[in-house]
């Protein structure tokens, strides 16, 4: 924070709908400067497909630090599949970021907003309001770039390590233990591995298992990945906190998302002992760039969780007022029919900004 106690926000918009989501969040981050004693300072910096087609880099050296310097990094989404590295991979800043700033904990919350149509059956009545936690930094991920592909086959390791499944746990069962002082009181953390086959999962249980037993408040489950996708699209509403390896996170992370609406609806952040980053769930979506389509609530919602991590780590009880005030004119939004042409309505960027911007 700087002398004038203004949390000074890193803004990478990024490529495709990115810009487009970071407006609205923005415009809402401004309008609760202007109801509370909050200031912010926001400083935009490059990164993405179309900065490497202009640069030849995913983002520069100035972003990097901009990033360091700041208290939160916002970011829309970047990559786009026209634009690739000589490898045929795709140009992903917001990975690198992650392994930059150690930023473990990829927490994917998926809740059922009032008055959203969830393709499951019955979760009108019960309700989805769940959490996932993606490990960001390891898993199959750690493989990222270093894959021996011949011509004959291809290599990939994935990699759990002691120090990062420690400090994950951690993480994972402090957050279930916030949800039930916060009234979650039916709730609890499950571990999602596939134990019964590979040893990395074996030991990633082990730990959880270690981790469990210093935290017997809260309940426990543990689940393999298989069965635990089944269950997910079946009774979503069972499930509380999740947590996880990297690639098991980043494909139930993508589905919970559609069990709550869609890609646009959900939010996330990636965070780690200093520093994180909030993004919407969703990427880039070339399909509806430049259309005013793009639903911005993910992006408005990552904002909201921004606040909540401000006020934790800064000790600001105004910021997580403001983040669950934007949780609020939200829902406030939906109620009031907004209806994204995402899930079949005819309400574009702009509307839903709007409709938001009212609530507040
Ligand atoms: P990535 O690999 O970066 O996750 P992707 O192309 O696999 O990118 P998305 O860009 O998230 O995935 O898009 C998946 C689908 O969801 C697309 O059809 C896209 O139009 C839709 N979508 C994603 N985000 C939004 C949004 N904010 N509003 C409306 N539709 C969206």
């Known amino acids: 924070m700087s002398a004038n106690n203004a949390l000074h926000i890193a803004v990478l918009a990024g490529d495709g709908i990115g810009p487009e989501v970071m407006a609205p969040a923005l415009e809402i981050l401004r309008k609760i400067e202007a109801k509370s004693d909050l200031k912010f300072r926001f400083t935009e910096a490059p990164a993405g497909a179309n900065h490497y087609r202009e640069t ?148 990633f249980r082990e730990m959880f298992d270690e981790a469990a037993a210093r935290h017997p408040d809260v309940k426990t489950d543990r689940l393999y990945v298989d069965a635990c996708s089944a269950m997910l699209v079946k009774r979503p509403w069972d499930f509380d906190v999740m947590v996880m390896e990297n690639m098991f996170g980043d494909i139930l992370s993508d589905m919970t998302a559609g069990l709550i609406g869609g890609m646009g609806m959900a939010p996330s952040a990636d965070i780690g002992d200093r520093y994180a980053v909030f993004q919407p769930c969703h990427g880039t979506a070339p399909d509806i760039m430049g259309q005013g389509k793009a639903n911005p609530t993910g992006m408005i919602l990552s904002a909201a969780m921004m606040l909540d991590w401000l006020a934790d780590k800064h000790g600001l009880e105004s910021a997580a007022e403001a983040g669950e005030t934007i949780e609020r004119a939200v829902d406030k939004a939906y109620a009031g029919g907004i209806k994204p042409t995402e899930f079949g309505g005819s309400n574009g960027t702009a509307d839903i900004a709007k409709a938001v911007l009212a609530a507040l």
């Open 56 to 203: 030849g880099r995913s983002m520069p050296d100035s972003t990097i630090r901009l990033c360091e310097e700041a208290d939160a990094i916002l970011l829309g989404a970047c990559g786009l599949p026209s634009v690739r590295y000589p490898d045929n991979t795709e140009i992903m800043p917001q990975v690198e970021l992650r392994f930059h700033f150690d930023l473990y904990a990829g927490v994917r919350p998926a809740r059922l907003i009032p008055g959203v149509p969830s393709p499951i059956v019955g979760a009108d009545r019960h309700g989805i309001d769940l959490v996932v936690i993606r490990e960001s930094t390891e898993g199959l991920f750690a493989s990222m770039g270093k894959g021996v592909v011949t011509h004959e086959e291809a290599r990939e390791t994935l990699v759990i390590t002691r120090k990062t499944s420690e400090r994950l746990f951690a993480f994972s069962f402090r957050l279930a233990e916030r949800r039930k002082a916060r009234g979650r009181l039916d709730g609890g953390l499950t571990c999602v591995d596939k134990a019964n086959v590979f040893k990395a999962f074996a030991f």
